[in-house]
């Protein structure tokens, strides 16, 4: 069995590699939904059922955890997978968000103001607002939508990504940590680490690993049905060379290939 990873495009590909960095010995499945990116300028509707059908086909590829890597797909069908898909469907599967475990870390050093930036989607649920008010109730809280960022990642135009950075930065500059609330943004962490260089920048490639190794570790049920060869299968739902290109830059030894 394997450990999967979901995502909206190739942003997820950060995650894995973190992952792979840090627990390389398990076999990884990864499966980006490219022909409906970007996910965060779509209904609720349309990401449920994009984000099941992406849940059918990690199962049916052996994946015994799943770790939805798109915080768009997290904040609208994480609760639904897990309370409705899930134990109808595959019961023994396990499906993991990005959200939790990226607030935990926002909040443990007590800040007095946290941002998030994210996609239109993932800000209009309001997730990451819900989910600190729940630890911390009157924590200040900036949330701002970049629709931008994630199709100029996706087409590789980091020159238009840093200007939108360094104008979405100034909003940002009164916070004591800003999350980046995009499985694509961890691609951008050096420049708004340049642009706030008094912010906390929080990004998930940083916190992932060391959340799924503590999970795996109480979760011995889980652990033990991981396959160990090292295997990696990368797919994404709409191939084309740049997107090959893009992943051989972070996995030069892995091919991408379409579903």
């Known amino acids: 069995m394997k450990i999967g990873v979901f995502d909206s495009g190739l942003g997820g590909l950060v995650i894995t590699k973190a992952f792979i960095n840090a627990m390389p010995e398990y076999n990884y499945f990864y499966y980006g939904d490219s022909a409906h990116l970007p996910y965060g300028d779509k209904t609720s509707g ?7 059908d992406a849940m059918r086909y990690m199962i049916a590829n052996d994946c015994k955890i799943i770790i939805i890597a798109c915080n768009t797909a997290t904040s609208i ?8 898909f899930i134990p109808s469907s595959a019961p023994d599967i396990k499906v993991l968000g990005v959200v939790i475990p990226t607030v935990e870390v926002a909040v443990e050093n007590n800040p007095q103001k946290v941002g998030v930036i994210a996609t239109s989607a993932t800000i209009r649920s309001h997730i990451y607002r819900a989910e600190m008010h729940k630890i911390v109730p009157n924590l200040d809280i900036e949330e701002i939508a970049a629709p931008e960022l994630v199709p100029a990642i996706e087409n590789n135009d980091f020159a238009t990504a840093q200007e939108f950075v360094r104008e979405y930065s ?6 004591d940590s800003l999350i980046l609330g995009c499985t694509h943004y961890p691609l951008l962490k050096n420049m708004f680490r340049e642009a706030l260089p008094k912010v906390r920048i929080i990004s998930q490639d940083e916190l992932m690993a060391d959340k ?4 795996l570790s109480r979760h ?5 049905k991981l396959g160990r060869q090292g295997a990696r299968c990368f797919k ?6 740049h997107s090959q290109k893009v992943a051989s830059n972070l996995f030069a030894d892995i091919p991408l290939v379409k579903a």
């Open 236 to 241: 994404v739902s709409s191939l084309n060379n």
């Open 46 to 52: 349309r990401i449920l059922n994009y984000t099941l």
């Open 77 to 84: 069908a994480l609760r639904y997978i897990q309370q409705r």
């Open 220 to 224: 011995s049920e889980i652990e033990h």
């Open 212 to 215: 799924l190794k503590n999970y």
């Open 170 to 175: 100034r909003s940002f500059t009164s916070c």
